[in-house]
């Protein structure tokens, strides 16, 4: 099972529209967690990080909530734009002794439509 | 340099052949991060230098996997005997590290598509 499961894992709107993109996670404990967009053939550009004691990050038409309690998070796009369609990837870091690794959800690929 | 450079962008290998995937990442950045991405799917840990100690390499698939960062800066990544499988697109990542329990940003390059015929 994975330790980051997003859902739904494509999803087509309008030009306009907002959408809302899930994630669950296991991993426990963490000390941050990341929404990166990333588009056809490039890396993954951060849009959010949030430690696990904020409940909310926003950034342009993109807003992150965290809920630690039940280890759910989501990523509101506002106004979707054409340049909008990409994979976002919900990512989580766990605290481990002298690690840095971060896991990866298998991403959302959004595509809007004008 | 401005952000995190990987080259090639794209690599054609056939089954057999060994290749090396460079990183250069962003100067001063202590950490170096090396992800495989199969087609569909998030990137999943591979290996991970400070400096230029390779502190985790729990992630390598295989002994084919060979990663170095021997000044701490310039990472190569090296794959031999190369098999179909092994077809993905490689990203490096770098960040700045860890200080007082703050894990900072990660920055991550285009990739290189390795594929195996």
Redesign the interface.
């Known amino acids: 099972k994975n330790q980051v499961e997003q859902s739904p894992q494509s999803l087509i709107i309008l030009e306009g529209k907002n959408c809302t993109l899930q994630c669950n996670y296991t991993v426990s404990p963490f000390s941050n967690l990341r929404w990166y967009k990333q588009d056809t053939g490039r890396g993954p550009v951060s849009l959010t990080i949030m430690t696990f004691s904020e409940n909310t990050k926003s950034n342009g038409r993109y807003t992150a909530t965290l809920d630690a309690d039940t280890k759910q998070s989501s990523l509101h796009i506002t106004a979707s734009q054409l340049s909008d369609s990409a994979s976002y990837i919900c990512v989580v870091s766990p605290i481990i002794q002298g690690a840095q690794k971060l896991v990866f959800g298998q991403g959302t690929r959004l595509t809007i439509n004008p | 340099g401005a952000g995190?450079s990987q080259s090639p962008r794209y690599k054609v290998a056939k089954r057999g052949q060994d290749v090396a995937l460079r990183c250069d990442p962003i100067s001063g950045h202590v950490?170096l991060?090396w992800?495989q991405q199969a087609l569909?799917?998030?990137?999943?840990?591979l290996t991970?230098f400070q400096n230029e100690a390779q502190?985790?390499k729990s992630g390598l698939p295989s002994d084919r996997f060979f990663a170095e960062r021997p000044e701490g800066s310039v990472s190569t990544l090296k794959i031999q005997r190369t098999q179909q499988e092994d077809s993905a697109v490689y990203?490096c990542?770098s960040?700045l590290?860890?200080r007082g329990?703050?894990?900072y940003?990660?920055t991550?390059?285009?990739?290189t598509?390795l594929t195996v015929v």
């Open positions: 995190v950490s991060f992800y569909g799917q998030g990137p999943e840990f991970y502190l985790d990203l990542a960040s590290g860890v329990g703050t894990n940003g990660y991550f390059g285009s990739g598509r």
